[in-house]
């Protein structure tokens, strides 16, 4: 395993520890769950080998004749693929570690909610976002 993840983690670790120990209870609950989510999506992201954009787009676009994965690429992996390429340089974007790459896809589907939501709605396929964020790791607290 990578040291750079190992101590990462232990950081993390710690940082978490101290957050708790002495914040109130309201922060530490919306911390915990933001710091599980982060460290389930890196993880799923490092275990699937998905560490940038072109990664996301194989994953989705390359099988066009499977529906879902057709409208996932073109209802959510390209908004995504907009947002990343509007707010990154190129130089950002071919040099971005798993790190980066697992926020800025966070803040993208933010970004991109409403577009994302409206597309797969005119599709009739608004479930696909959850099985998306499913598939990459991302909780739905939303339910």
Same mark, same amino acid.
């Given at each position: 395993?990578?040291?750079?993840?190992?101590?990462? +983690?232990?950081?993390?670790?710690?940082?978490?520890?101290?957050?708790?120990?002495?914040?109130?209870?309201?922060?530490?609950?919306?911390?915990?769950?933001?710091?599980?989510?982060?460290?389930?999506?890196? +993880?799923?992201?490092?275990?699937? #080998?998905?560490?940038?954009?072109?990664?996301?787009?194989?994953?989705?676009?390359?099988?066009?004749?499977?529906?879902?994965?057709?409208?996932?690429?073109?209802?959510?992996?390209?908004?995504? =693929?907009? #947002?990343?390429?509007?707010?990154?340089?190129?130089?950002?974007?071919?040099?971005?570690?798993?790190?980066?790459?697992?926020?800025?896809?966070?803040?993208?589907?933010?970004?991109?909610?409403?577009?994302?939501?409206?597309?797969?709605?005119?599709?009739?396929?608004?479930?696909?976002? #959850? =099985?998306?964020?499913?598939?990459?790791?991302?909780?739905?607290?939303?339910?």
């Amino acid at each position: 395993m990578d040291t750079n993840l190992i101590l990462t +983690g232990v950081i993390a670790v710690v940082l978490l520890f101290l957050i708790l120990k002495f914040s109130g209870k309201l922060f530490k609950i919306i911390f915990t769950l933001l710091l599980i989510a982060g460290l389930g999506i890196f +993880g799923y992201l490092y275990l699937n #080998d998905i560490r940038n954009i072109d990664d996301l787009h194989a994953k989705y676009c390359n099988n066009q004749s499977d529906r879902k994965d057709s409208l996932k690429c073109v209802c959510i992996v390209q908004p995504i =693929e907009e #947002d990343f390429k509007y707010r990154l340089s190129p130089q950002k974007l071919e040099n971005m570690d798993s790190k980066a790459f697992v926020f800025e896809l966070s803040r993208s589907l933010v970004n991109k909610r409403t577009i994302i939501i409206e597309k797969l709605k005119e599709n009739d396929a608004l479930n696909l976002l #959850d =099985e998306f964020k499913k598939d990459i790791g991302i909780p739905n607290f939303t339910k």
